[in-house]
């Protein structure tokens, strides 16, 4: 429950740019660099530009979690979606690295930088998931972290002389990494998925895709598509979600043909016709994993980094975290009371 | 094989047993022989796509893969299915004992139980038989050799692997094998069996090995063994399908960057498996 337009205001300062939708208030702008002659112009569509300058000064927070077995790839996944070394473990496996005996959580942060643009990844890995003998419930853990994220978020934005900005550490996106077996989901993949579908967007992809020649990868995509709609979760984008007709068109293609995403991923180069490309080499031939006749990266890139990164956002923070806040504000709805470490002492509306 | 060259019978002193190496051979052929193979291993480890391969057959014609869902209440099962297979005059009387479910569930802990009873429960028919009146026809339905498979997709043994392997090293010959090896470059597959043999040492798991090849071998013999010695785990890949590689059909699968050839020793431990266990 929000007030009027100028609540609206702080909070588009507060939250990074998150641009709401309801409307800005009509002011009239200097039009800068325009074609003076056009009458009647005010120039609202600068404030686009002025987001821009204000996204590329202040910069961005992506947090993107990782969930799977051990060995599905997906530290190279992510080193090679954003093309730098963001997750621990490099090219090379690191010897002492033992399966821990419970899911740890491990979030490493890391600040690129792009054209102007600087964002502050982090990347969330949960080593030990899947990987014991016993694996019940060995979700709770990465649950909680979720939900303490949100909590901490809370905590911020409640805060009678808050932030200007909050530290935004909310999981945006969870990849879950689906093993190729060509089978089926497992059961500890549908368990996983319909808990946590509801708390987090979850993008399922299908990894070591080389495992598959394309008419296993065909038929094993449409058979876990149907079985996560046999089993009613919804992964990210979420049907009920879509905004309007554009999006819906847009995100049923890729929710209906497109995913899961069979991927492959890797940070080493060979040269191929004359270019360098990031791939695979098998005595066979070389896999390339930009290229789209091979696997399916190219698209989860796109989708993730340059189509529905603030979609991704706006969703963790319009829908998930407002179905968090308001169990917590409607008297702990469930909820056991949380203790999460906040910096400065504050007083608070809780 | 050769008939061994005797003396002439008639020689003083001459016993005859040198023939008796032909009249086993001769014998077995007529009886055929049995052998049994287990396969332990996650669901979608290529498992029946490489029996398959090996014994050039389809062993499971009517298969129903199940989904998720169902699989959550599945507790492990034992299916064996025996086939005859004779090739050149010799008859195989193959059994596979299958173990759809195991390392299915979310908590496996109860994983092994079933494939163990079943093992011994083998052990103890035979001893039965064995102790029994009637021994001209005993069947022998122990498990000769389990196919241990690891995923290829992980960093190594995993703890299931681990525990399960220590669980029954006593009681059946383990060959780990690696299926699915067209996930990895040749590279990864040097670290991944190092890694494993490491584990497998360091861990106290006893797999089967190869006996040395005897002294009395040829060379040809000998550097074989070593050979197969020095692969193992194996890592293999399967396919009953026939795929156009080079102006040949090969068996293979065939990929967007390339075909991988089931047969061909550079691309996957295919020959050699089946070299060890024929």
């Keep these: 429950p929000h007030a009027g337009p100028v609540e609206s205001k702080n909070e588009a300062a507060m939250s990074e740019v998150v641009p709401e939708p309801r409307q800005t208030p009509v002011v009239p702008m200097k039009p800068m660099g325009i074609n003076a002659s056009l009458l009647g112009y005010i120039g609202i569509d600068t404030i686009i530009e002025q987001m821009r300058k204000k996204t590329m000064k202040t910069g961005f927070d992506f947090n993107i979690m990782v969930v799977g077995q051990s060995g599905l790839g997906k530290s190279t996944l ?12 490099s090219s090379g496996w690191n010897r002492e690295e033992k399966i821990p005996k419970t899911v740890e959580i ?10 102007g643009v600087k964002m502050k990844l982090t990347v969330i890995d949960t080593p030990g998931f899947g990987d014991q003998i016993n694996n019940e419930n060995c979700w709770e853990p990465i649950e909680k ?14 805060n009678i002389a808050r932030k200007k900005r909050i530290p935004d550490t909310r999981v945006h996106c969870c990849l879950y990494f689906i093993s190729p077996t060509g089978h089926s989901l497992r059961p500890l993949d549908l368990e996983f998925m319909k808990h946590l579908s509801k708390v987090v967007n979850i993008i399922p992809v299908i990894a070591k895709a080389d495992t598959m020649t394309l008419e296993e990868k065909t038929e094993f995509k449409q058979r876990v598509r149907k079985e996560l709609e046999v089993n009613g979760i919804e992964f990210y984008p979420q049907k009920e979600f879509d905004e309007d007709l554009e999006d819906k068109t847009e995100n049923d293609k890729i929710r209906q043909e497109s995913m899961p995403f069979a ?3 890797s940070d080493k180069e060979y040269q191929v016709n004359g270019k360098r490309v990031l791939g695979r080499k098998t005595p066979w031939g070389i896999i390339e994993v930009e290229n789209l006749n091979h696997c399916e990266f190219a698209l989860l890139r796109d989708f993730v980094i340059r189509t529905h990164l603030q979609d991704l956002k706006e969703v963790t923070h319009n829908i998930h975290y407002e179905t968090y806040r308001a169990k917590r504000l409607n ?9 999460v470490e906040t910096e400065e002492n504050h007083e608070s509306n809780l | 094989q050769q008939p061994a060259q005797f003396t002439n019978p008639e020689t003083p002193g001459y016993v005859g047993f040198a023939n008796l190496p ?3 051979h001769r014998k077995s052929v007529k009886k055929g022989f049995e052998f049994t193979l287990m396969v332990v291993g996650e669901s979608g480890l290529g498992k029946s796509t490489l029996i398959n391969s090996l014994f050039l057959t389809d062993l499971y014609p009517e298969r129903i893969i199940p989904g998720a869902a169902d699989k959550i209440e599945r507790t ?3 299916e064996a299915s025996t086939v005859e297979i004779e090739e050149r005059g010799v008859k195989l009387r193959l059994t596979v004992v299958d173990t759809p479910g195991y390392g299915d569930a979310i908590n496996c802990r109860d994983c092994f139980k079933t494939i163990i009873s079943y093992i011994d429960e083998q052990f103890e028919r035979y001893l039965h038989d064995e102790s029994g009146l009637n021994r001209r026809h005993i069947i022998d339905n122990r498990v000769h050799c389990c196919f241990y498979f690891i995923s290829p997709f992980g960093h190594g043994l995993k703890p299931l692997d681990v525990e399960f392997m220590k669980a029954i090293h006593n009681k059946v010959n383990i060959v780990p094998v690696i299926a699915k090896a067209d996930t990895l470059s040749l590279k990864e597959r040097e670290r991944l069996k190092k890694r494993i043999l490491d584990e497998i040492e360091e861990h106290g798991i006893k797999i089967y090995h190869l006996p040395d090849a005897e002294s009395d071998e040829d060379e040809d013999f000998k550097e074989q063994t070593r050979l197969l010695k020095a692969s193992i785990p194996f890592c293999v890949v399967g396919s009953n399908q ?10 293979g699968r065939l990929y967007p960057w390339g075909v991988v050839e089931v047969e061909n020793p550079e691309h996957n431990d295919f020959l050699k498996l089946r070299t060890m266990l024929m």
């Design chain 2, 76 to 78: 492990v099962q034992i």
């Design chain 1, 331 to 339: 008297g702990n709805g469930g909820l056991p009371p949380m203790t």
């Design chain 1, 78 to 89: 992510v080193n090679t979606l954003f093309k730098s070394q963001v997750s621990r473990k």
């Design chain 1, 263 to 265: 991927v492959v991923g």
């Design chain 2, 242 to 251: 026939l795929i156009e590689a080079k102006g040949k059909k090969v068996r």
């Design chain 1, 106 to 115: 491990k979030a490493i942060g890391h600040v690129i930088e792009e054209g």
């Design chain 1, 145 to 158: 972290y979720i939900n303490e994220q949100y909590e901490k978020f809370l905590k911020e934005e409640v």
């Design chain 2, 22 to 24: 032909n009249q086993v």
